[in-house]
T-cell receptor, first 112, second 111 residues
Framework: DAKTTQPNSMESNEEEPVHLPCNHSTISGTDYIHWYRQLPSQGPEYVIHGLTSNVNNRMASLAIAEDRKSSTLILHRATLRDAAVYYCILIDRETSYDKVIFGPGTSLSVIP | DSGVTQTPKHLITATGQRVTLRCSPRSGDLSVYWYQQSLDQGLQFLIQYYNGEERAKGNILERFSAQQFPDLHSELNLSSLELGDSALYFC??????????FGEGSRLTVL
């Protein structure tokens, strides 16, 4: 399984932008980059995913490096509700999403 | 609300016992995934089913087994329980596009 590397923890001030990095130097051409987050005492929730181009949705933006070896999840204005563990995952569409493996993720703290 | 229902929400049992956790996926989702999350640990992938068939296995112990029924609900059976099996067990479902929808989890406490 292709692996990702994320910082263990990050801090952000409320209402400021947050950039959560993810390195995936062994990514293959058929790997999609997915981001999930897990709020305290809840199951993970899907945030965003992309293949090559940058992506935006109502929750966040995903910036993908040109060589695809890294990506950044951008929260445009952090709120207290964004305090969570953020997971960056590679999912190979060739295997039809059979195995979705979560790493340790980045624990984001938001300071009021 | 993700649309994925897990029961029971909480379960307390003794070592050596057997329990069954149930998961009802979102309507139309054919894939069901099971994960274990121990205290302060990450999500460990256990097993995945697609339309009734096992598709992928992770670090699932031999004491654990799962199945997916014709109505697509799934059950995770945990037997000969040990203290270390205490954890949150999450079920997720998907149509098969990589976007997983998670339930709220079943918290198992083994005493």
């Amino acid at each position: 399984d292709a692996k990702t590397t994320q910082p263990n923890s990050m801090e952000s001030n409320e209402e400021e932008p947050v950039h959560l990095p993810c390195n995936h130097s062994t990514i293959s051409g058929t790997d999609y980059i997915h981001w999930y987050r897990q709020l305290p005492s809840q199951g993970p929730e899907y945030v965003i995913h992309g293949l090559t181009s940058n992506v935006n949705n109502r929750m966040a933006s995903l910036a993908i490096a040109e060589d695809r070896k890294s990506s950044t999840l951008i929260l445009h204005r952090a709120t207290l509700r964004d305090a969570a563990v953020y997971y960056c995952i590679l999912i190979d569409r060739e295997t039809s999403y059979d195995k979705v493996i979560f790493g340790p993720g980045t624990s984001l703290s938001v300071i009021p | 609300d993700s649309g994925v229902t897990q029961t029971p929400k909480h379960l307390i049992t003794a070592t050596g016992q057997r329990v069954t956790l149930r998961c009802s996926p979102r309507s139309g989702d054919l894939s069901v995934y099971w994960y274990q999350q121990s205290l302060d640990q990450g999500l460990q992938f256990l097993i995945q089913y697609y339309n009734g068939e096992e598709r992928a296995k992770g670090n699932i112990l031999e004491r654990f087994s799962a199945q997916q029924f014709p109505d697509l609900h799934s059950e995770l059976n945990l037997s000969s329980l040990e203290l270390g099996d205490s954890a949150l067990y999450f079920c997720a479902s998907s149509v098969g596009d990589g976007e997983l929808f998670f339930g709220e989890g079943s918290r198992l406490t083994v005493l």
